[in-house]
């Protein structure tokens, strides 16, 4: 067996395609401001990244970039100031910030209807409890590359390894949402491999490299694999790529799979959040 690959970067492509025509579509083009602090040159890709896709998208690129040094009191008032600012439609705080900084509370401060990143525990308790809201690019990406792929959710077994909040939490009530049967794994699952021989769809998301080999994976699953490494030998994920092909039914390939989703989402996210905003005004102005 040969698995199907699956092409985050197509599939990404179309995402970004759609929300580029709903942006044209708007009165006002949303804007998303993207907050740096420092100069940690991984986040510095990445932000930049985002921006360009953004701008690419129609999207009013709002950055700012702070420095390294700058206290908790200051970054919580930039982002009062962004909350209060009707411009900015979304706002992404880049992780990881500097040590001095508790991360926790500056995401809490974000108004949850620009939180595009889906983080805040607002969000959270919004995808929790089933209600409307902006869900983590990462876990909505996977989501997204499912149903491109006509991949069976309702009734299915699906098995999450990790149990972050950045994606493994969310993972799993997504699915659910969508009518899985959900197994979370973690550091403390006894036998691993045989719990994730159950699935049928396996998402791999706990951050070890090669965790995930042909011994994990029942013929004809699908396996999406999340995490994204730098080795020897270029970018690997947590799946053993090489082995698992063999096996699965389908499979992401690192890179080019889940990673091109996730600014692909926050893209989406943004657009969400600004429609949210404009029902917002309108209702605000049917009332007074």
Same mark, same amino acid.
């Given at each position: 067996?040969?698995?199907?690959?699956?092409?985050?970067?197509?599939?990404?492509?179309?995402?970004?395609?759609?929300?580029?025509?709903?942006?044209?579509?708007?009165?006002?083009?949303?804007?998303?401001?993207?907050?740096?602090?420092?100069?940690?040159?991984?986040?510095?890709?990445?932000?930049?990244?985002?921006?360009?896709?953004?701008?690419?998208?129609?999207?009013?690129?709002?950055?700012?970039?702070?420095?390294?040094?700058? !206290?908790?009191?200051?970054?919580?008032?930039?982002?009062?100031?962004?909350?209060?600012?009707?411009?900015?439609?979304?706002?992404?705080?880049?992780?990881?910030?500097?040590?001095?900084?508790?991360?926790?509370?500056?995401?809490?401060?974000?108004?949850?209807?620009?939180?595009?990143?889906?983080?805040?525990?607002?969000?959270? !308790?919004?995808?929790?409890?089933?209600?409307?809201?902006?869900?983590?690019?990462?876990?909505?990406?996977?989501?997204?590359?499912?149903?491109?792929?006509?991949?069976?959710?309702?009734?299915?077994?699906?098995?999450?390894?990790?149990?972050?909040?950045?994606?493994?939490?969310?993972?799993?009530?997504?699915?659910?949402?969508?009518?899985?049967?959900?197994?979370?794994?973690?550091?403390?699952?006894?036998?691993?491999?045989?719990?994730?021989?159950?699935?049928?769809?396996?998402?791999?998301?706990?951050?070890?490299?090669?965790?995930?080999?042909?011994?994990?994976?029942?013929?004809?699953?699908?396996?999406?694999?999340? !995490?994204?490494?730098?080795?020897?030998?270029?970018?690997?994920?947590?799946?053993?790529?090489?082995?698992?092909?063999?096996?699965?039914?389908?499979?992401?390939?690192?890179?080019?799979?889940?990673?091109?989703?996730?600014?692909?989402?926050?893209?989406?996210?943004?657009?969400?959040?600004?429609?949210?905003?404009?029902?917002?005004?309108?209702?605000?102005?049917?009332?007074?």
């Amino acid at each position: 067996m040969t698995a199907t690959v699956i092409d985050g970067k197509a599939v990404a492509a179309s995402v970004r395609e759609s929300v580029a025509r709903e942006v044209a579509e708007l009165p006002v083009a949303p804007g998303l401001a993207t907050v740096l602090v420092g100069d940690d040159p991984a986040s510095s890709v990445y932000v930049r990244n985002k921006r360009r896709q953004c701008v690419a998208a129609g999207i009013r690129d709002l950055h700012r970039h702070l420095p390294a040094d700058i !206290g908790q009191h200051a970054l919580a008032t930039v982002i009062d100031e962004l909350n209060a600012d009707p411009t900015v439609t979304g706002i992404l705080l880049q992780l990881p910030l500097p040590a001095h900084l508790d991360s926790a509370a500056l995401i809490a401060r974000i108004d949850p209807d620009k939180d595009v990143d889906g983080l805040t525990p607002i969000s959270a !308790g919004r995808l929790a409890q089933g209600h409307p809201g902006l869900r983590p690019c990462t876990p909505a990406g996977v989501m997204e590359l499912l149903d491109a792929y006509r991949v069976p959710l309702e009734g299915s077994h699906a098995v999450v390894v990790g149990r972050s909040t950045l994606v493994g939490k969310p993972q799993a009530q997504l699915l659910l949402q969508r009518n899985a049967t959900v197994t979370i794994c973690h550091s403390r699952t006894r036998d691993l491999p045989a719990v994730c021989r159950e699935a049928d769809i396996l998402i791999a998301a706990a951050g070890v490299p090669g965790l995930i080999g042909s011994a994990a994976v029942w013929p004809g699953a699908t396996v999406i694999d999340v !995490g994204i490494h730098r080795g020897a030998d270029g970018l690997c994920g947590d799946v053993d790529y090489e082995q698992v092909r063999g096996v699965a039914g389908a499979i992401t390939p690192v890179p080019g799979g889940v990673g091109p989703m996730t600014i692909a989402m926050l893209l989406r996210n943004t657009v969400h959040a600004a429609r949210l905003r404009m029902r917002a005004v309108e209702a605000s102005g049917a009332a007074s």
